[in-house]
Each structure stands twice: as C-alpha cells, then as structure tokens.
RNA sequence: GGCGUCAUGGCCGAGUGGCUAGGCGGAGCUCUGCAAAAGCUUUUACAGCGGUUCGAAUCCGCUUGACGCCUCCA
C-alpha cells in the first residue's frame, strides 16, 4: 500500500474542469456506478466502463482508502422507450426464451459476474438490485409528491420537470437547458399521459400482462428506470455522496434526471464528482446490443469473431483498454488488440527479470523520481495510459540494469520492484498469465521440452540438420522456439 | 434540427503555449552455427484556412470531417 499522500485531480463532468478531489470524510469515499440491466450478454463496451472505475476502485484502495464502492443490478424491467409504449426488455426477452423474467435476470446477472471475473475485476462493496428496492422508491416517489414536484395520472407518477426547473436547474449536467428542450421535442404521442415531454415516470402503472409487479400507493406498477439509483445511492452512501460514476450515455437523461429526484427529494445536490467513463467503439461506431455493432468477451477469449485474427487474453484485453485514457473514445480492432499484446508481453517479462538483478552501492538511474512520475499520471485524472508509459521506462531500466549498463543499490531495486508491480497488478488490475495451468497444456510442455533438450544435444554435436529440423517442424505446428542466453522456450502461437 | 466531443507520425494512443510520451511496425546494432526470439539505439506528427503571441500542434475564429446525446443503452 501507498502511504504518500498523493493530491488527485479528477475530471468533474459537471464542472467540465479538472477538480482537486477531496473526499466528504477524510479517510472514507462513496463511489456509486451504475450497473448493467440484465437482459443480455454484457459485451466489450460495457465492460470497459466498468473496468475504468473497477481501476479508479483499486487506485483509491492502494492509496489507503477506505472505499464504499456501490455497483448496481437494475433486475427491473424498464420500457424500451421513455413514451407510453415499448415492451419491458426484460419481459421481451423472457417471452423471446420462454422463461420466467426472473430468470432473465438471473441468467446474465451470472453471466456479468463471470466475465468481470474473468477480467479479473474486484467486488464492488455493495452490489445492490432494483427489485430489492422497491419500498426505497415507492418512499421518494411519495415524497417528492409530497413537495409537490411530481403528479399522478391514471396509476402512474410521472416528474414535474419543469415546475422542478422553476427552483432548479434542470440540465446542468448535459449542459442543456429547458427552453432548448421544449422547442425541440418532437410531437408527442397522443396517448401519453404526461404534462409535458421533458417530464419522465417515476412510477409506472403496470398492465395486465406485465408480469414484473408490485403494489403501491397508485395501483400496482413498477419503478421508473433512474429511480433506482436515486434509492440505492442514498441508502448506501448517503444524501450526499462522493463520485457517481457511469458509462457517457447515461449523461442524459439518466443521471440529469438522478440529480433532479434527488434535490427534489432532499433539498441539495447529491453528488460531489461526476465521472462519466467514454464509448468503445467498432468500426468507430458505439457498441450497442441493438445494432449487433459488439464483440462479446468470450469472443475475445476464443478468437471467434469476424473481426478477430486469433484469441486474446483477458489480461491482455484489459490492457489494451487501458492504454486508452477513460475519458476517450477507444476504437476496438484486431490490429491494435494485437498490438498491445505485444506490448503486454513486453511489461510482463520485464517485470519476471526483476529478482534476477544484481544491486550495486549506488544507484545510476533515479528511481525515486521515476515512482513519482507514474503516481503523478495517476493522480491527473487516472491517466492510465501514462502510467503505463512510464512503466514501460520501468522495464527499460531493467533491461539495462540487467545488461549491466545501468546499476542500483539494494533499497532501489527495492523502490523499482514494490511500484512496478503493485501498479501493474493491484491498480491496474493485469495479471500475469504466461504460465499455463491446464494439465494437457502441461504434457504438451513436458513434449517440447523433450524435443528442446534433442536439439540442444543436436547443436551440441554441430548437428545442424537435425536441429534446424526440430525448429522448423515445431513451427510448422506454431510452437515456436526462442533460443535465450540461458537456454530455449517456447510460445503456442 | 438542437447540444456536445474529437481531429496527432505507417498503425494504436498520451500530452502540452517554447524542452523525449509510450506501445506496435520500420531501420541499425548486440547476441547467435544460421535464423527467430530478446535487448539496446533510432525514425517521423499534430485536419485545412485565418487570427492572438517573441513563439502555437497547444489559445481564439471559420471551414471540412467523424463521433456521441437529444428514444433503451456502459
């Protein structure tokens, strides 16, 4: 753990300005980010978001941090459009696969759980669902009714957005304002029953059919989508919290409409920094389950995918998304994921030649500053893709230590090793997965070894032919040998 | 149509009013029976046109292009 304390500046999307970040209680944060719904397969965009504040988790955690991360499920169906109509997506799937929309839920929840796993993503402190919530959200919607600030129509409540903007700011956060709103809306539809277009549900009358359901002071109904975060957010951190988190799609309306239910209901702003993470793009169009414009994890891990020329690590994918700074928008293609493989595979056996370096009574290379440098990328808005770079000086001072044209005293290499991977591995979160665990991949190595150990004896006895036969029939198969200063492996292409 | 973001070298991708990003690729060298691998060194840029400035790729304006939000979305 890092004691140093370090001042971290971070990108307030409400202020639109870089913010010295200093938390409501000294040693604790509140960190809430929204969750997936669960109605399909989460896909490599969504999980990129996840991943930036999964590493602004860890950050913060390495720093000393006590930190209440709260991550959401929304398990309650919403509507495919903010109107009147659309389907429930999690009632539309769960007629689609014939099964309960329970069981929609359940099956992507776990889906979610094991893909963030496999990224090798910490648990959230708390991981809460709408449908847990639901006497948390009846309770605001009463409220706010009670302030007069929304209205019942025919078993629905929807929010009065713009008597809301009378006494608020309605749009702060996306930078719009009402008047622009208004003018610009399209017609609505002649069944709606809201006052006006900008006004959004908080409570939704169910229909006959509607199958996810509960009872409330207006009929039976369900939740309106952004007031699950407004109930759980509060609950678990507070009236006022640190950072919100989320993916740059839910600027508008999601989380306008989180700021207004909340000040509504509570009188004051509910959030002190808000962090929206940027798209992963295909084909330099957004991801998006509607369009099938997405690559899935488990494409990666397989390679199956027509954008893909083989497979990718997890690790290898969580490093080529944080190459990218969380703020900008990251096109996704097979050459770059191959080229940050490389890359990876570089760091990694940098890091792996650290306990083999030999100490001297001084040092040539300032490691001190050099540790200071990547904890100021850092501490500038997490910029991941300069902590990086910087380690990437880290393994070029070892590689030089290690031939000899550099030197450092013990408590140095000390310094370079205790940074190098606890950056790598606790705050970035990679891991280092050269080393094959399956049991056939463990024979296969027991084999190559064998025919390593041949050809050695081969060379041994200036028998080229044989050897040069070992090495290229091995590569013909894709094994490919690497003869080293101390002796020959080999990689599985 | 409204609001907003971005345009960087062969590719990916940072950053900044004057001083090296980094990775991949390319080139050279070291190592090697040869080759590969690995390591070291090295290479080029800031969409276009104006303006501000001693100086701009970095600030301002315009043009062009791309993307995002305005409907569910990470």
Partial sequence: ???????????????????????????????????????????????RTFMSF??????????????????????????????????????????????????????YTVDFHNILNKFNFLPPSIEPTATGHIIEQIEIVKDILDKGLAYEINGSVYFDVVKFNETNNYGKLSGRNIEDMIANTRELNAQSDKKNPQDFALWKKAEPKHIMRWPSPWGDGFPGWHLECTAMSTKYLGEQFDIHGGGMDLKFPHHECEIAQAEASYGHTPVRY?????????????????????????????????????????????????????????????????????GYNRLMDGIGLISFLKTSPTSSLDITKWKQQCYDAMNDDFNTPILIAHLFEGVKYINLIK?????????????????????????????????????????????VDLLIQLRAEARLNKDFATSDKIRNELTELGIELKDGKDGTTFSIN
């Fill in 403 to 447: 031939d000899g044209k550099e030197s450092i005293s013990e408590a140095d290499l000390e310094m370079l090793s205790t940074t190098m991977t606890e950056l790598t591995f606790d705050v970035l979160g990679l891991e280092n997965k050269s080393a094959s665990s399956s049991s056939g991949e463990d024979k296969l190595g027991g084999v």
């Fill in 274 to 342: 808000w962090m929206h993470a940027n798209m992963l793009t295909l084909n330099g169009k957004k991801m998006a389950k509607s369009t099938g414009n997405n690559i899935l994890p488990t494409e990666i891990f397989t390679g199956d995918n027509e954008h893909l020329s083989k497979a990718f690590s997890p690790s290898v994918a969580r490093f080529f998304m944080l190459q990218a700074h969380y703020r900008s928008i990251l096109d996704f293609s097979n050459d770059a994921i191959l080229a940050a493989e490389k």
């Fill in 1 to 47: 753990m890092q004691s140093t304390k370090q001042t971290i500046r971070i990108y307030n999307s409400l202020s639109g300005k870089k913010e010295e970040f200093k938390p409501l209680n000294e040693e604790h944060i509140g960190m809430y980010v929204c969750g997936p719904t669960v109605y399909s397969n989460v896909h490599l965009g969504n999980v």
């Fill in 54 to 107: 999964d590493m602004i988790f860890r950050y913060f955690k390495h720093l000393g941090y006590k930190v209440r991360y709260v991550r959401n499920i929304t398990d309650a169906g919403h509507l495919e459009n903010d109107a009147d109509e659309g389907e429930d997506r999690i009632a539309k799937k769960a007629r689609l696969e014939q099964i309960e929309p329970m069981e929609v839920v359940q099956k």
